[in-house]
């Protein structure tokens, strides 16, 4: 299980450019998506890491972090993903 996630955090990572310009594309805003957060790529771009991705039924829930601010990233398909602040 640990090396499915492993797995799935490096494929996330590779495809971390085609998350923002999905999302761009989906809400004419560049990176955001969600109420109150930004695309997974763009939270990438901007120096959070990635800290722990969880199975959530046929999705996985990714858990961003950068000093005292979080995220967490709900993906909705491998380019798509819906991010929101979580502190």
Same mark, same amino acid.
């Given at each position: 299980m640990r090396l499915i996630?492993?797995?799935l955090c490096g494929l996330l990572l590779a495809a971390a450019p085609a998350v923002a310009q999905e999302t761009a594309t989906d809400t004419g805003d560049a990176g955001i998506s969600? =109420?109150?957060g930004g695309g997974m790529g763009k939270l990438l771009t901007q120096g959070y890491e990635i800290r722990a991705a969880v199975p959530n039924g046929t999705r996985y829930i990714v858990f961003l972090q950068k000093d005292q601010s979080a995220y967490a990233c709900e993906f909705v =398909?491998?380019?798509k993903s819906r991010c929101g602040s979580i502190n």
């Open positions: 996630a492993l797995m969600g =109420s109150s =398909s491998l380019t």
